[in-house]
């Protein structure tokens, strides 16, 4: 039996779901369903294995998220630049007694949601960020600062590329949600798994982590965004990039946001 792994992502304040949909012998009432999901854009990367929505739509009706949160957004970046001028100031009184290293600051440093120019990834331009509306959120560990690129649409963005050491690293972000049933009965789902989960640092978002065979899924929502951060390694098993959850907690907790300007825009 033929198997297809479909990740639709929820709306506000919920998370990526991994659903897995088999062929069945009589799929007419599938394709009807599919048949009227919004022709919305979606990207798909040439490693991705996110499906098109019109064929999420299968699990459901597929619905537009709402705005985006960008009040939030300004609220995240606010109290990071205020975490980041007390830490000055502590570094500053530190260092009256000896300097101090650049390993020892950055482990000092408190998480939290930065801003970052398209021009700090030498593969990223401004013209392609600003084609979304969606808050464009990117790794900002040094690796990735020459080697990740950027596709973008009005409410999709997927930031890509090969890392040095081989592995493959993909976010994408949609405002597209796949609704499985009422609002009220939505709500108190995501409220449940979010009690039971852990929560990025720097984000303050509940996530989700899964293994597979090509390497390891980080799930969250934030903003009225889904958000999905992928690690591809040629050995999942072997490469501790994948087979721990380590690695791809550090890209969540490092990603800076290249658009902020875009919450201001009329």
Known sequence: ????????????????????????????????????ADDAPVIVPRKSRVPSIAAAAASGPVKSAGSVDWDAVKEEVDEAKASDAEFQRQVRAM???????????QKMRPKGLRTAAPQQF?????????????????PMLPDMM???????????????GDMPDGDYVEVIGTRMRVVGGTSETMSMRRQARAAAMPELAALS????ISHHEQGVDLSFSRFNVAYQIS?????????AHCSGDEYVVSLADSLAILNPEEGAAP
Do not use: H
């Open 205 to 208: 978002a509940p996530y989700e």
């Open 146 to 160: 020459g080697a990740m690129k950027v596709a973008a649409r009005e409410n999709a963005f997927s930031a890509f």
């Open 95 to 105: 260092e009256l007694t000896r300097p101090l290293s650049e390993s020892e600051k």
């Open 1 to 36: 039996m033929l198997k297809q792994a479909i990740w639709a992502f929820a709306g506000a304040g919920a998370l990526g779901l991994v659903l897995t949909a088999a062929a069945q012998p009589d799929n007419t009432a599938a394709k009807e369903r599919a048949a009227s």
């Open 231 to 239: 690690v591809y390694c040629k050995d999942p098993d072997g490469d």
């Open 122 to 138: 030498k593969r990223v331009t401004s013209g392609e960020v600003r084609e979304t509306r969606v808050p464009v959120l990117v």
